[in-house]
């Protein structure tokens, strides 16, 4: 397994609506790639922004390849309607093997 770790910002007013962008699109549309387990997403108020931490849960980096459409998977995906949402967003993400877990 393998998680893809990607970090925004949004204005506090904004954040809400991230989360249910994520929510509401996003999360459902990976649901339909063979390979993607899960997300998690993390919310730290930071003075006068919301940053945003997404980790999602791969079987693969094949996997992670049909969802960024791209051959570089590190490349971030980030759609207009969700950078409309956002100040800034993280260009490239990390992908970390999964060492251990206690998830199923």
């Not at 970090?7 to 929510?23: F, I, K, N, W």
């Not at 998690?40 to 791969?58: E, H, I």
């Not at 960024?68 to 967003?89: I, N, R």
Request: hydrophobic letters at 50%.
């Amino acid at each position: 397994m393998i998680v893809r770790m990607w970090s925004g910002t949004a204005r506090p007013e904004h954040a809400d609506a991230y989360v249910a962008h994520l929510r509401e699109k996003t999360f459902p549309a990976l649901a339909g790639i063979p390979g993607y387990y899960g997300a998690n997403v993390l919310r730290k108020p930071a003075g006068d922004t919301v940053t945003f931490m997404v980790l999602t849960l791969w079987q693969s980096l094949d996997a992670i390849r049909a969802f960024a459409g791209a051959e570089d998977p590190e490349v971030a995906v980030v759609p207009p309607e969700a950078q409309a949402l956002l100040l800034s967003w993280d260009a490239r993400v990390a992908h970390w093997p999964v060492a251990y877990t206690t998830f199923d």
